[in-house]
């Protein structure tokens, strides 16, 4: 039974959510908008199967609730920052930097999960990851403190991260 289930829903998370950004998108609730969803979610998981062979175990869904608000939060504040930084900082006086980031985190879909919320926040960009997947190199806009920004992302969301994969 067990081998069934996985076999139609690889991932059924993911097919959740694909059928639910499937209606969204159609912006409309029907019945045949949530089947078509539905085949969707069935169907692109049990395609791209083989390119995730090591599912994430323990995903922990109401920690990443919290951390999801935590990233909105920080994106809203961050493009406040940014505008202020741009209106206010002459060119000259920018002081940008790369930061070398050391990972806890194992997992490829954690880490991947970290580097989109460093760069989906202004003023951020992952541009890297060491082939070991040990570091990621960061790209900030403007700071007075780099080891700062480093600590940051280890404590806001590096640790939060950590748990929701656990």
Do not use: C
Request: neutral net charge; without cysteine.
């Amino acid at each position: 039974m067990m081998r069934a289930y996985h076999w139609l829903l690889p991932h059924p998370f993911l097919t959740l959510i694909l059928t639910v950004v499937w209606v969204m998108l159609q912006n409309q609730v029907s019945a045949g908008m949530v089947v078509f969803g539905l085949i969707l979610g069935i169907i692109i998981p049990r395609m791209t199967a083989i390119w995730w062979p090591d599912r994430p175990k323990g995903f922990r869904l109401g920690k990443m609730s919290v951390y999801s608000l935590i990233v909105l939060w920080d994106i809203l504040v961050a493009n406040v920052q940014v505008a202020w930084v741009v209106l206010t900082v002459p060119n000259a006086r920018l002081k940008p930097a790369w930061i070398v980031v050391p990972l806890e985190l194992k997992q490829p879909e954690a880490i991947t999960v970290l580097a989109g919320t460093i760069t989906l926040t202004p003023g951020t960009v992952s541009a890297d990851l060491s082939d070991e997947g040990h570091s990621l190199l960061v790209h900030v806009l403007h700071t007075d403190d780099p080891d700062a920004i480093r600590d940051d992302i280890k404590t806001r969301y590096e640790r939060r991260l950590l748990e929701i994969f656990s």
